[in-house]
C-alpha cells in the first residue's frame, strides 16, 4: 500500500469511528479507488459505499488534503446513512457530520488544477494573474461560440495557449 493510501485509510477510519461512536451505527468501511483525474479533488459514491481520490491532488497538498477533503468525501457517505438518500449533497445534514468531523463545511477546493490530468487549455479573463484551466470539450465550445465567464470579475474568458504546448499562439475562433 502507498503512502498516500495508507495516510487516506488512516483517516478514514479514524472518521467512521468518530461517526459510529456519535450517531451509534456501524458504519462499513468503503472501497477506495486513487483514480480520480482532472478538477475533482474527491468523490463519494454513498450507494456502492466508494470513495475516489485525485493522487495528482493529493501530492500538492498531502496534509489538507488528508485532513479537508477526506473528511468532505467521507461526510457524503456518513449523512446519506443516517439521513437517507433524499438529502441535498452539501445541505445541513453534510454540514453537521462535516461539524462532527471539526473541518469547514467547505463544497469546494482551490487546489492548482493545471496539471491534474484532464485540463490542457489555459483562459484568461480580467483578473490580473488569474489563469482558469478548461478541458478540451469546454475549450471545443467555446471554439464554437459558447461563451463562459469568470466566476469572480464576469468577464468572458479568453484562450491563452495550450498547456501541453505553452509557446503555441492563441487558436483563432472558427467561423
Known amino acids: 500500500m502507498s503512502q498516500i493510501e495508507q495516510d487516506i ?16 451505527i456501524p458504519f462499513p468501511p468503503p472501497v477506495i479507488l486513487m483514480d480520480l483525474l482532472g478538477s475533482d ?3 463519494a459514491l454513498p450507494g456502492k459505499n466508494r470513495l ?6 493529493y501530492r500538492q497538498n498531502p496534509t489538507h488534503f488528508v485532513h479537508h477533503i477526506v473528511a468532505h468525501e467521507v461526510a457524503h457517505l456518513i449523512a446519506v446513512k443516517v439521513y437517507g438518500h433524499r438529502i441535498k449533497p452539501h445541505g445541513k445534514e453534510w454540514q453537521a457530520v462535516m461539524a462532527l468531523f471539526q473541518v469547514p463545511p467547505e463544497r469546494c477546493h482551490s487546489y492548482d488544477i493545471r496539471h491534474a490530468g484532464r485540463h490542457h487549455f489555459i483562459y484568461g479573463c480580467g483578473c490580473p494573474e488569474r489563469e482558469i484551466p478548461l478541458t478540451a470539450i469546454r475549450h471545443n465550445r467555446i471554439q464554437r461560440g459558447v461563451k ?17 504546448n505553452p509557446r503555441q499562439q492563441p487558436i483563432p475562433k472558427t467561423a
Open 9 to 24: 485509510n488512516r483517516r478514514i477510519q479514524q472518521l467512521i469511528r468518530k461517526a459510529s461512536h456519535y450517531y451509534d
Open 41 to 43: 479533488a474527491g468523490q
Open 52 to 57: 475516489r481520490f485525485n493522487p495528482a491532488l
Open 148 to 164: 463562459y465567464h469568470c466566476r469572480h470579475c464576469g468577464s468572458v474568458l479568453t484562450f491563452r495557449f495550450d498547456a501541453r
